[in-house]
């Protein structure tokens, strides 16, 4: 069985390249200004930005938008070191369009990117789970700052394609996705 120590070893050169792919955002977590007031902004469940219920096209603006991003218990703002503006958020207010799987040695890693081009590794430190929203479970995936990425449709049927199924005492299966060492459950059924 690989270990966790020699999993970090194995896909060193992996986390190193995402971290140097993914351009560290502005430090907002340090920003907290008063609540500024409330944006016509919304980020619907595709991930599209919507201001005043017209799509913004240009994705620089959409990457700008979203390196500012904070989440506060259940709501989201767009903040600078002085302004806090309240936006509307469907899901979650990352996208994740893609999935790359990598194995080495029998051991996997999953590879995810936003639209917004956060590159980030399924791990511990950014885990999948099925969350309920309306009564449909939905795939997150904790990209940056406690910041949620809902898994495109593609991306997820890709993690079920690579994952695998376990029967459990119940009568129930489950299906996971391992990456780094980790499990991640894709969901419950009964056969």
């Known amino acids: ?21 993914t351009k560290k955002p502005p430090p907002v977590h ?17 991930g599209r930005w919507l201001h005043e219920s017209i799509e913004i096209k240009k994705p620089a603006i959409v990457k700008l938008f ?3 991003l904070k989440v506060e218990g259940r709501d989201y703002y767009l903040v600078s070191p002085t302004e806090k503006w309240q936006i509307q958020v469907d899901i979650a207010p990352l996208y994740i369009v893609n999935a790359e799987r990598i ?7 999953i590879s995810l990117a936003t639209s917004t081009d956060d590159h980030i590794l399924l791990d511990i430190d950014h885990p999948l789970s099925m969350q309920q929203f309306n009564g449909v479970d939905m795939p997150i995936v904790t990209v940056r700052n406690n910041l ?44």
């Open 66 to 68: 979203a390196s500012l």
């Open 148 to 191: 949620r990425g809902l898994l495109s449709r593609a991306v997820f049927y890709q993690l079920v394609e690579w994952g695998i199924t376990r029967s459990k005492l119940d009568g129930k299966c489950e299906h996971i996705i391992e990456s780094l060492g980790c499990e991640f459950s894709l969901g419950h059924f009964t056969p």
């Open 30 to 46: 340090l920003w907290d200004p008063e609540k500024t007031g409330d944006m016509d902004l919304r980020i619907d469940r595709e």
């Open 1 to 21: 069985m690989t270990t966790e120590v020699s999993l970090d070893k194995l896909f060193a050169d992996l986390i190193e390249q995402t971290s140097q792919h």
């Open 103 to 109: 194995i080495r040695d029998g051991a996997q890693v």
